[in-house]
């Protein structure tokens, strides 16, 4: 895949023509990109899910070309009793434990942010057409996403409410949530459309849900203009490459990247450095915002959510292959694993050259909620100077969904992890971990995470 900064007038012939639409799939530059508006009738004898009150599940039509859009081999991802955190939430607005609230400009919006836990400054907005909801996106009227540790809500004004959480036993699930004024708020399950794109079995073999971060260039009415300059992003990515088809704010110094940017003509690929605008504190100047909480689309957060669902995909990964049969897997649990502690560990993460910095509010709601150690360090410290964070090892290792990886995943894991925090994996991967480093590392764990402390000096 030709990287975005490459694309020039040589390579005109393969930008996708204006007008014409997406591929839904290549077109997936936000966290899901494929709600369903509409449900569809639950295949003959399926279980059905817990009965709650607002809760509409729904599933894909039968005659399905993908084996595995709704079902998987190992985990019953139809069929399970979902307990993750929006699956709470419906429990308690079923038992009257709590309420949302309608707003005439934002309907249940800022109410269900409330509920979950999800901090208002953790906006950001994404303008690229990749949403069953395209018709209502745009460089004028962007999606908002909000999140903490293991929901993300998506706003369209006029849309229902996009909802992908994680639930610690089957990965990514999605919901909406209908936007008209009601006495009681329905929630619908989305057990299959999502799927669609975000079901991995048909891109990588995997047959694993997973959430979807990218970035690619993005026209006037938020149209992907270019397939071969879409790329998922992760840790790795130059920050030149990342957030096309996002707004960005705050600052970064001298560095650059995709954010902000709106491709109006074919000439404009030959004159990308002209196009970008960076290092701005708000978007007043760049797209309304009075539809939203903040005038904001915060540069830190973006480089978390984006951190945090790649290592969410992989934790999902290998709980997925922990559960299936040796011989079925699509790789040994080993190399999963492995997968998981580099990304955790930030192996081969690109390292800033500027000093990066967002909005105060939502660095310090995200640092509140760390577990200090008895000098008060937590894997949730910001650096921003040269990296993502302080002490590199994911702040994700406190999560649901890693406690409730099996025993086995997590031994082959914390083996690993061992093997780098004390030294004995001396090799040139590990180098950007400083000694200092590995030492903080496992006295933070030492301090609040017993059954990982307990793994690391086994």
């Given at each position: ?6 694309t020039?007038?040589?390579s ?15 077109g ?18 399926a279980p059905?899910?817990?009965e ?8 894909p ?32 607005l079923?038992?009257?434990?709590t ?5 005439r ?12 836990e999800?901090?208002?400054a ?8 990749t949403?069953?909801?395209s018709?209502?996106i ?7 996403i ?12 006029g849309a ?9 036993s089957?990965?990514?699930v999605?919901?909406l949530?209908d ?9 619908t ?17 995997g ?62 690929f ?25 005038n ?16 969410q ?20 649990l ?21 000093a990066?910095?967002?909005r ?12 200090r150690?008895?000098?008060?360090r937590?894997?949730?410290?910001f650096?921003?100077t ?13 999560s ?19 093997e ?14 400083s000694?200092?480093?590995r ?20």
């Amino acid at each position: 895949m030709v990287s975005p900064d490459r694309t020039s007038l040589k390579s005109r012939s393969r930008v996708v023509a204006f007008g014409v639409a997406a591929v839904a799939v290549l077109g997936a530059t936000v966290v899901w990109s494929a709600f369903g508006t509409r449900g569809v009738t639950r295949p003959a004898g399926a279980p059905p899910q817990p009965e709650l009150v607002g809760y509409a599940p729904t599933a894909p039509a039968t005659g399905s070309m993908l084996r595995y859009e709704t079902e998987y081999p190992a985990i019953p991802y139809l069929t399970g009793r979902r307990t993750d955190r929006v699956a709470a939430l419906i429990g308690r607005l079923e038992s009257g434990d709590t309420k949302l609230d309608y707003h005439r400009e934002r309907g249940y919006l800022d109410s269900l942010l409330a509920a979950l836990e999800i901090d208002p400054a953790s906006q950001t907005l994404v303008y690229s057409q990749t949403s069953l909801q395209s018709r209502l996106i745009g460089p004028r009227t962007p999606r908002a996403i909000y999140f903490n540790d293991d929901v993300y809500v998506g706003y369209v004004k006029g849309a229902p409410l996009e909802i992908a959480s994680l639930d610690p036993s089957l990965g990514p699930v999605f919901y909406l949530l209908d936007q008209a004024q009601a006495p009681a708020p329905t929630f619908t399950a989305e057990l299959g459309t999502c799927l669609s794109c975000h079901d991995s079995y048909s891109l990588t073999g995997g047959g694993v849900p997973r959430f979807i971060v990218g970035s690619g260039y993005t026209g006037t009415t938020g149209m992907l203009v270019s397939h071969e300059g879409w790329i998922l992003i992760s840790d790795r990515t130059p920050l030149k490459s990342r957030w096309g088809g996002w707004y960005v704010t705050g600052l970064h110094g001298s560095q650059v990247h995709l954010g902000n940017m709106v491709i109006k003509t074919l000439y404009d690929f030959d004159r990308l450095e002209e196009l970008r605008i960076g290092n701005v504190d708000t978007l007043d100047a760049l797209v309304d915002v009075k539809p939203f909480p903040t005038n904001t689309s915060d540069i830190v957060a973006l480089l978390v959510l984006q951190h945090q669902a790649d290592v969410q995909n992989l934790i999902t990964r290998l709980h997925y292959d922990a559960r299936t049969a040796a011989d079925k897997r699509a790789e040994p649990l080993e190399e999963t694993a492995e997968r998981l502690l580099r990304m955790m560990l930030f192996v081969d993460a690109v390292e800033y050259t500027d000093a990066i910095s967002g909005r105060r509010e939502f660095v310090e709601q995200f640092a509140s909620r760390g577990v200090r150690d008895a000098q008060g360090r937590s894997l949730r410290d910001f650096d921003l100077t040269r990296r993502l964070f302080r002490y590199p090892l994911s702040y994700v290792i406190y999560s649901p969904a890693f406690d409730a990886l099996p025993n086995d995943a997590k031994g082959i894991f914390y083996r690993r992890l061992n093997e780098v925090l004390t030294g004995a994996d001396t090799g040139e991967d590990f180098a950007h971990l400083s000694a200092a480093d590995r030492t903080a590392i496992l006295e933070i764990l030492r301090d609040t995470k017993p059954d990982a402390a307990a793994g690391v000096t086994n």
